[in-house]
Every structure is written in C-alpha cells, then in structure tokens.
C-alpha cells in the first residue's frame, strides 16, 4: 500500500496569507485529489490534480483560490490563497489504491 | 446528483455490543463503496473496500454489505471495544473516476 506524507501537518495563519501545502507520495500515480473537511462536516473533494496537465475542479472551486502544482508522478502541492476563517479545515490528498482511495494524515489549518 | 447519508449520526454503546451502522445514497449506479474510519484531528483509515461486482467483505470483526438497487450498505462490527471509538465514513465512487463521493459520518463512542 502506499505511504503518503503531507507538510505541513498543521499550521495557523492570518487572514489574507497563503498557504502551500505539499503531498507525497512513495509511489508513482497518476492521480492525486485534494480534498477539504470543514470543521464537524464530511469530506468535499476539491479537485483532481494531473500530471502534466491543469488540474480539474469541482464545481464551487476555482483555481484562483486553490491553485494546484503536480510536478510529477508521486507529488503535489495545493495552495489556499487569500485565506479567510472559512478556510479553516483539515485538508487531505489522496490516491487511487486498489479500487478505492488511500489518504495522507491531513494538514489541519487556522486562519484567524 | 449524488446523495450519500449516514443514520445514525451519533451512537454510544456499552463495550462488548454487536453493531450496525447505515449508509445510503440516493443513485444506486454507482461503482465501488468504500468505509474508512476517522480518528479526531486525524486522516482517513480505508476499513473495506466493496467492488461493484461485490456484495460484502470482512475483515476482521467488521463486515460491509452493499445492495445497490436499495441503494444502502451497512457496516456491523462484532464485539465492540473502546479502541473502535472513531468516526466511521463511507464513501462511493459514482463514474469509475476514483472521485468518491462522502456521506455524513457516524462518531462511535464505545464505552469500557
């Protein structure tokens, strides 16, 4: 199965910051997809990032907000621009692993 | 669009009970079925995995079932312990493009 490590794991930013979150993982993938869990909700998926390729966004977020590096097979970053509360989440890469999704820790953010 | 929602929301159970928890979702056209758990403030665990040629897998002391035209799966858990305390997700993958789709979540508190 594979490891996948996220940095950083945690962090507390200002309004108006960004902040870049990188995902690693110890194989290579096609797939990675980034997703966000808002404070006592479920999982939202975020978009798809391809390598070689603009990732793929679901619908209410854009990639002025969420820009998505995906450099090669086994890393991605995702960027959260202009930060607000609002933004105050766990966010999550995952990978197709075996039919179904493996996930990293998560990166736990503090916009205050 | 796809729906997926998980009754109950919340549940306490004295340790040793046998368990069942619910997810359904609205198109039952979907792909593979996914379970993970949830610790707080932590990442995703992958539980079982349920492909769409399958009805149920076991691991353990836990065992998925999926009927997709009733759209539902349950997942029971044999003799509860208080380390299962987590919040419990399911997930499904509706197009075959690994973009899982999450319902609601059930916290699990297993009392010793």
């Known amino acids: 199965s594979a490891v996948i490590s996220q940095k950083p794991s945690r962090d507390i930013c200002q309004r108006g910051t960004s902040l870049t979150i990188q995902c690693q993982v110890d194989s290579q993938v096609t797939m990675m997809f980034w997703y966000r869990q808002q404070p006592g909700q479920s999982l939202t998926l975020i978009a798809t990032a391809n390598q070689g390729s603009e990732a793929t966004y679901e619908s209410g977020f854009v990639i002025d907000k969420f820009p998505i590096s995906r450099p090669n097979l086994t890393f991605s970053t995702l960027t959260v621009s202009n930060m607000s509360p609002e933004d105050s989440s766990i966010y999550l890469c995952?990978?197709?692993?075996?039919?179904?999704?493996?996930f990293g820790p998560g990166t736990r953010l503090t916009v205050t | 669009k796809q729906e997926v929602t998980q009754i109950p929301a919340a549940l306490s159970v004295p340790e040793g009970e046998n368990l069942v928890l619910n997810c359904s979702f609205t198109d039952s056209a979907i792909y593979n079925l996914q379970w993970f758990r949830q610790d707080p403030g932590k990442g995703l665990t992958s539980l079982l995995l349920i492909q769409s040629s399958q009805r149920e897998q076991t691991s353990g002391r836990l065992n998925a079932s999926l009927d997709k035209s009733s759209g539902r799966s349950t997942l029971y858990i044999a003799a509860s312990q208080p380390g299962d305390s987590a919040t419990y997700l399911c997930?499904?993958?509706?197009?075959?493009?690994?973009?899982?789709?999450f319902g609601t979540g059930t916290r699990l508190k297993v009392l010793a």
């Open positions: 995952s990978v197709p692993m075996g039919g179904g999704l493996a």
């Open positions: 997930a499904v993958d509706t197009s075959g493009t690994y973009k899982y789709i």
